[in-house]
């Protein structure tokens, strides 16, 4: 429960302020977008993440997933990255972090009035925690998902399974 109440007042919405939210920023999504998202990666292994800049555990794994990314994207490995970053927050916060650790795949920042209910359009399971991260097969469907940190280590064991299931 104190990881949904972190989140909420993390997600309070306001009306985007700062220019660099249109012109620059990760474009904000819904919980039936990112569904989307996952849906249009058909046939690719998926590593659908959320973090924040307030998320110690995620400063350290995000590196992690843009170098992953890049060793597993020969491969197959499409990276979904969304940040629970406040949108009037992401100019001040997101934009330098996202500059330091540049990503060749798409960011996107949660937009929700009911954090409540996007958690359970994710997964009924997530009570809020982050990181969060699903790993979802050729097929479309999660087959692994963690709630709190990985390792590199434990996102690799996680890719290499869902690389040695036949393709689809």
């Given amino acids: 429960m104190r ?7 993390a997600l309070a919405i306001t ?3 700062a220019k660099g939210l249109a012109e620059q920023a990760p474009r904000l999504v819904d919980a039936n977008e990112i569904k989307d998202l996952v ?6 292994i998926v590593l659908l993440n959320f973090w924040a800049t307030w998320c110690p555990p995620c400063l350290v794994e995000f590196p992690e997933i843009v170098s992953l990314e890049k060793a597993y994207r020969r491969r197959g490995l499409a990276v979904i990255s969304v940040s629970a970053d406040s949108p009037q927050r992401v100019d001040s916060d997101l934009l330098p972090f996202l500059d330091k650790h540049r990503s060749d795949f798409p960011i ?9 209910a996007f958690m359970h ?3 009924p399971e997530w009570n809020g925690d982050l990181p969060a991260t699903f790993f979802i097969g050729r097929k479309g469907d999660v087959v692994i ?4 940190a990985m390792s590199r280590e434990q996102m ?8 040695e299931e036949p393709e689809p």
Avoid: H
Avoid at 156 to 163: I, P, T
């Fill in 156 to 163: 690799e064991r996680a890719l290499e399974y869902l690389f």
């Fill in 15 to 17: 009306a985007p302020s």
């Fill in 145 to 148: 998902k963690r709630f709190g």
């Fill in 121 to 123: 359009r994710i997964d």
């Fill in 3 to 9: 990881g949904l109440l972190v989140l909420a007042t």
């Fill in 39 to 44: 849906r249009k990666q058909s046939g690719q």
């Fill in 108 to 116: 996107y920042v949660m937009e929700t009035n009911d954090v409540e």
